[in-house]
T-cell receptor, first 108, second 117 residues
Framework: AQRVTQPEKLLSVFKGAPVELKCNYS??????LFWYVQYSRQRLQLLLR??SRESIKGFTADLNKGETSFHLKKPFAQEEDSAMYYC??????????FGTGTSLTVIP | DAGITQSPRHKVTETGTPVTLRCHQT?????MYWYRQDPGHGLRLIHY???????DKGEVSDGYSVSRSKTEDFLLTLESATSSQTSVYFC????????????????FGEGSWLTVV
């Protein structure tokens, strides 16, 4: 079975502070992992995917196969980062599995 | 943004009535999905389609049916709406052959807010 776990439902940080949103997964094969962001009442948008190793809006995420984690990090949080963040996993059957999401609030 | 249009965007309906949500894509992607989004549950897959007339159930399919008669359209029907189906419904698309060099990605529509009273 494929599972994605985001242990934090809510996360608050001050502007300028580092932020880390946790994601752990369980998957028997080689997963494709993603982070999606959802601003208030909008569609989910792709933030980044591990396969392309890109950095979007200052966010990065490293796949740690030993710890089965794909934590999202940003060194200096901005107010516009306040949103809901979803970690997702894609399997070989083209199914996508999402975590329950973490709501990030950046305090001015 | 991916060319995905959902309709209606907002609907209020009465318990026991049938409801159909429509998803239309202009990307010619093979896979289409319907998810529901609820607080504390995140996104849960209702049904998905891997081609015209090819559909399968997701984890929360009870009370829902789908149809895909054309590549671009994927319909979600609540056969007899209940209050527990009050939710935000998101359509999504993907195509594993679309971007082989950078991996598959799923793209979402803007959501349909459904309230069952």
């Amino acid at each position: 079975a494929q599972r994605v776990t985001q242990p934090e439902k809510l996360l608050s940080v001050f502007k300028g502070a580092p932020v880390e949103l946790k994601c752990n997964y369980s998957y028997s094969g080689s997963p494709e992992l993603f982070w999606y962001v959802q601003y208030s009442r909008q569609r989910l948008q792709l933030l980044l995917r591990h396969i392309s190793r890109e950095s979007i809006k200052g966010f990065t995420a490293d796949l740690n196969k030993g710890e089965t984690s794909f934590h999202l990090k940003k060194p200096f949080a901005q107010e516009e980062d306040s949103a809901m963040y979803y970690c997702a996993l894609s399997d070989a059957g083209n199914q996508f599995y999402f975590g329950t999401g973490t709501s990030l609030t950046v305090i001015p | 943004d991916a060319g995905i249009t959902q309709s209606p965007r907002h609907k209020v309906t009465e318990t026991g009535t049938p409801v159909t949500l429509r998803c239309h894509q202009t990307e010619n992607h093979r896979y289409m999905y319907w998810y529901r989004q609820d607080p504390g549950h995140g996104l849960r897959l209702i049904h998905y389609s891997y081609g015209v007339k090819d559909t399968d159930k997701g984890e929360v399919s009870d009370g829902y049916s789908v149809s895909r008669s054309k590549t671009e359209d994927f319909l979600l029907t609540l056969e007899s709406a209940t209050s527990s189906q009050t939710s935000v419904y998101f359509c999504a698309i993907s195509d594993p052959g679309f971007m082989l060099s950078t991996g598959n990605t799923i793209y979402f529509g803007e959501g349909s807010w459904l309230t069952v009273v």
